[in-house]
T-cell receptor
Framework: NAGVTQTPKFQVLKTGQSMTLQCAQD?????MSWYRQDPGMGLRLIHY???????DQGEVPNGYNVSRSTTEDFPLRLLSAAPSQTSVYFCASRPRQGGLGNQPQHFGDGTRLSIL | QKEVEQDPGPLSVPEGAIVSLNCTYSNSAFQYFMWYRQYSRKGPELLMY????GNKEDGRFTAQVDKSSKYISLFIRDSQPSDSATYLCAMSEYSGGGADGLTFGKGTHLIIQP
């Protein structure tokens, strides 16, 4: 089982560049989320989606866009990269049915992004 | 205000010791409490889940919630080198739905010395 697949695993960008972080899941999960993990800050929610065509903002959405055209894919776009966006980005998914205990979030292995 | 406090460590203990990991929180609306384990360069994986106050045991792991003190703990018995990882506490007001409203602690880096 592939689970949640994130690409690329590593990326270095220059300030002002744009890029898309890819996330795909093969479990037919309705819910998908993007988090960033920074030293001393823990995991913070950027954007999330409860199904194809539906997205919403999390705690730290500024500078990021998302779309959900299919159940499987949930890309995260950096419009104009800034050094403050240097972080490790995690995508997660879980099915709609069931509570957190019965249906925990499945995380990908992350994309490590450096903005110079 | 959502705030979860967790000592980042590192916490280093000898193999076989009992490990105690803790988080405190300020939002009394939190009802669902989780512990995630994160190995280096990997995503978090759910280890334990509890609802409201009380204890839950799973093998060598015990999760404890004291809502009156706004304090949660994870105990690891007979610790093994393979338990070396970062442990994240997380909590939510909701059982599920939408973004799940998870608020994470910063994580404690645990090292089990062989």
């Amino acid at each position: 089982n592939a689970g949640v697949t994130q690409t690329p695993k590593f990326q270095v960008l220059k300030t002002g560049q744009s890029m898309t972080l890819q996330c795909a899941q093969d479990m037919n999960h309705e819910y998908m989320s993007w988090y960033r993990q920074d030293p001393g800050m823990g995991l913070r929610l950027i954007h999330y989606s409860v199904g194809a065509g539906i997205t919403d903002q999390g705690e730290v959405p500024n500078g990021y866009n998302v779309s959900r055209s299919t159940t499987e894919d949930f890309p995260l776009r950096l419009l104009s990269a800034a050094p403050s966006q240097t972080s490790v980005y995690f995508c997660a998914s879980r099915p709609r049915q069931g509570g957190l205990g019965n249906q925990p979030q499945h995380f990908g292995d992350g994309t490590r992004l450096s903005i110079l | 205000q959502k705030e979860v406090e967790q000592d980042p460590g590192p916490l280093s203990v000898p193999e076989g010791a009992i490990v105690s990991l803790n988080c405190t929180y300020s939002n009394s609306a939190f009802q669902y409490f989780m512990w995630y384990r994160q190995y280096s360069r990997k995503g978090p994986e759910l280890l334990m889940y509890t609802y409201s106050s009380g204890n839950k045991e799973d093998g060598r792991f015990t999760a404890q919630v004291d809502k009156s003190s706004k304090y949660i703990s994870l105990f690891i018995r007979d610790s093994q080198p393979s338990d070396s990882a970062t442990y994240l506490c997380a909590m939510s007001e909701y059982s599920g739905g939408g973004a799940d409203g998870l608020t994470f602690g910063k994580g404690t880096h645990l090292i089990i010395q062989p």
